[in-house]
């Protein structure tokens, strides 16, 4: 099993900048990807960005250009930094890691982090 605790929401005006984290812990030598996704009221979780084992990294057409994804193998921790944020940037952020265990894809999910961004 992984387990993931994300950090680092919080309030923010329009404009602002957060920075997300999410710290990986148990089997974290399964782990392949990594990635945050959002989930606003009313609405489906959406995916934000993913990266792989090796750096490579996807957005959703929203978030380009404004949010980075990083990643520390080393110290099993993934990250988003959020800049340029706008109201419609306001949800809840979840970790999501996908762990290969025997011959099996297991999906992992932290527990969320509020972001919300102020008009």
């Known amino acids: 099993q992984v387990q993931l605790v994300e950090s680092g929401g919080g309030l923010v005006q329009t404009g602002g900048s957060l920075r997300l984290s999410c710290a990986a812990s148990?089997?974290?030598?399964?782990?392949?990807?990594m990635g945050w996704y959002r989930q606003a009221p009313g609405k489906q979780r959406e995916l934000v960005a993913v990266i792989t084992s090796g750096g490579v990294t996807k957005y959703t057409d929203s978030v380009k250009g404004r949010f980075t994804i990083s990643r520390d193998n080393a110290k099993s921790m993934v990250y988003l930094q959020m800049n340029s944020l706008k109201p419609e940037d306001t949800a809840v952020y979840y970790c999501?890691?996908?762990?290969?265990?025997?011959?099996?894809?297991?999906?992992?999910w932290g527990q969320g982090t509020q972001v919300t961004v102020s008009s």
């Open positions: 999501n890691a996908d762990s290969l265990v025997g011959h099996t894809i297991v999906l992992s």
């Open positions: 148990g089997r974290i030598f399964s782990i392949n990807g």
